[in-house]
């Protein structure tokens, strides 16, 4: 079992910056994938970022250029630093990990979400 905790999430003006923060606990040695999904308000969720244990990354194309995706492996943590965000970006966003497991088929973890409001 793995769990996730986001944190850092908050209201912020367009054009501001936010870093979000989640944290793995339980049995992180089988994570090989962490990042981040959103789920705006009547829409699907999609793809924010990824990192993998061999240091790719990995965006969604609404972000690439505004986001960054950062890891601290001693720490269990990954962290998305957000800028230049646009109303557009509002939504719940949720911490994501992928687990190899003890059987052939992976494992997927989230969090519990944390909301980005980001209006005037």
């Known amino acids: 079992q793995v769990q996730l905790v986001e944190s850092g999430g908050g209201w912020v003006q367009p054009g501001g910056s936010l870093r979000l923060s989640c944290a793995a606990s339980?049995?992180?040695?089988?994570?090989?994938?962490m990042g981040w999904y959103r789920q705006a308000l009547g829409k699907k969720r999609e793809l924010v970022a990824l990192y993998t244990n061999s240091g790719s990354t990995n965006y969604g194309d609404s972000v690439k250029g505004r986001f960054t995706i950062t890891r601290d492996n001693a720490k269990n943590t990954v962290y998305l630093q957000m800028s230049s965000l646009k109303p557009e970006d509002t939504a719940v966003y949720f911490c994501?990990?992928?687990?190899?497991?003890?059987?052939?088929?992976?494992?997927?973890?989230w969090g519990q979400g944390t909301q980005v409001p980001v209006s005037a």
């Open positions: 994501y990990a992928d687990s190899s497991g003890s059987g052939p088929a992976m494992i997927s973890y």
């Open positions: 339980g049995s992180i040695s089988s994570i090989v994938v």
